[in-house]
């Protein structure tokens, strides 16, 4: 059996890992414009893909099992590599909706799936004309392809609307694109939520469900922490019944998806649907911890051992016990000098785990995305009251200087 993990970067390591660990045998892909990672990779099966025709070629030659997308840098060349070569695909007609967020919006319109009102503009002209036909706020700018809330900016009149429409477009987006156009969408309230999924011939595991607190800075929408729901409330079971149809207005038929969702007074809104493993960060330890797999491992399973993996199907979604992921947030952008707060952190009621903290010494800069730089703290305990507690606390000291600390500016 041998596997293509395509693009394996930033979660897409973790998923490389879980294969690893399993001894399967599997060649990572990259796309050209990732030729550092490439270069950086010491796996004994790499390749640098330049060419389809090409990379075809040579992978026609292998006893191949499957090609899975490991970030989201690789969705597209994923699916692609996977139908052309007759191995389990999503539906190919439906690539473009699973990648670009307006084509999205429009799958679930046709599927008849409720939907956030959504366009796209190109130039100010046409914003202009949108805001006047819309006259509603306020309203979420943001590119119509990136990750990690990158660019994301909350519009309560058509002044901020049209300067973050100036801000986003042409500008390169974390996923190395120009932004040739931009987003305007409702602004959706309620509680946003996280619906992890592994699929099978299109049956869909829901492996892991979380609520989302997002604050909103500087008129960004900034992740603080996702707490999961070992129990499902009746809406929340609607909700999630509603991001399987999603998934199913999209083609997703084989692997993970991760899904964004907001449960509004009007009903569940979808956010996203990406079709790979949750990001930026997915130590597998916490999640055992808690649900006794994580997503990565669940996507091993499904690709080594279909039938074990197609048991769980029987089984009702639950966890023994509540994990919670956050997001640590410097007060400011600077050289660090000092992570006071980890000795605080650690001593924690539900502590678990701290990764990809900072450097001392390196300078600070992500703020607002959601790419886990700023370190990445887990949480762990059956008591969900008490988890909610320590993030409290955590929060208060990220706020109030006493996380961080910085050498002092000029």
């Known amino acids: 059996m041998m596997f293509i993990l395509v693009d394996p970067v930033s979660t897409g390591k973790a998923l490389a890992e879980a294969f690893r660990e399993e001894g399967a045998e599997c060649l990572h892909l990259y796309n050209a414009s990732l030729r550092d990672a490439y270069d950086a990779d010491d796996s004994p099966r790499t390749m640098l893909h330049e060419d389809v025709a090409k990379t075809l070629e040579v992978l026609g030659e292998l006893p191949l099992d499957a090609v899975i997308a490991a970030s989201e840098f690789g969705v597209l060349l994923a699916d692609e590599l996977a139908a052309a070569l007759g191995l389990p695909h999503h539906r190919p007609e439906l690539a473009a909706a699973r990648r670009d967020k307006e084509l999205m919006v429009r799958a679930l319109e046709r599927a008849g799936v409720p939907a956030a009102r959504t366009a796209s503009v190109r130039s100010e002209d046409e914003i202009e004309r949108l805001l006047s036909d819309w006259d509603s706020y306020p309203l979420m700018v943001k590119p119509r392809n990136s990750a990690g809330s990158d660019g994301c900016v909350i519009s309560p009149d058509g002044h901020t609307a049209l300067q973050a429409f100036r801000d986003i477009v042409h500008r390169r987006n974390l996923m190395g694109e120009v932004n040739e156009d931009v987003l305007v969408q409702e602004f959706l309230t309620g509680t946003q939520y996280i619906v992890n999924t592994v699929s099978l011939a299109g049956r869909h595991l829901v492996s892991d469900v979380y609520a989302e607190r997002i604050d909103h800075v500087d008129g960004a929408p900034v992740l603080r922490h996702i707490i999961s729901r070992p129990l499902l409330e009746p809406a929340e079971a609607g909700l999630v019944d509603y991001v399987l149809e999603c998934l199913d207005a999209l083609g997703i038929r084989e692997g993970a998806a991760h899904t964004e969702v907001m449960l509004t007074p009007a009903?569940?809104?979808?956010?996203?649907?990406?079709?790979?493993?949750?990001?930026?960060?997915?130590?597998?330890?916490?999640?055992?911890?808690?649900?006794?797999?994580?997503?990565?491992?669940?996507?091993?399973?499904?690709?080594?051992?279909?039938?074990?993996?197609?048991?769980?199907?029987?089984?009702?979604?639950?966890?023994?016990?509540?994990?919670?992921?956050?997001?640590?947030?410097?007060?400011r952008q600077g050289v660090l000098r000092a992570v006071n707060g980890a000795r605080v952190l650690r001593r924690m009621p539900g502590f678990h785990s701290i990764d990809r903290l900072p450097v001392v010494g390196e300078s600070v800069k992500d703020r607002y995305l959601t790419t886990g730089a700023c370190g990445v703290a887990y949480l762990v305990h059956e008591d969900e009251e008490l988890l909610l507690s320590s993030l409290g606390v955590i929060h208060s000291l990220e706020d109030t200087d006493g996380f961080y600390q910085f050498d002092e500016q000029d």
């Open 267 to 331: 009903g569940p809104r979808l956010v996203e649907v990406n079709s790979r493993v949750m990001g930026p960060s997915l130590a597998p330890d916490p999640y055992h911890a808690a649900f006794g797999y994580s997503q990565q491992h669940l996507v091993a399973e499904r690709f080594l051992r279909p039938d074990e993996f197609a048991r769980r199907f029987e089984l009702p979604y639950t966890a023994a016990r509540t994990v919670a992921k956050v997001f640590l947030r410097p007060h």
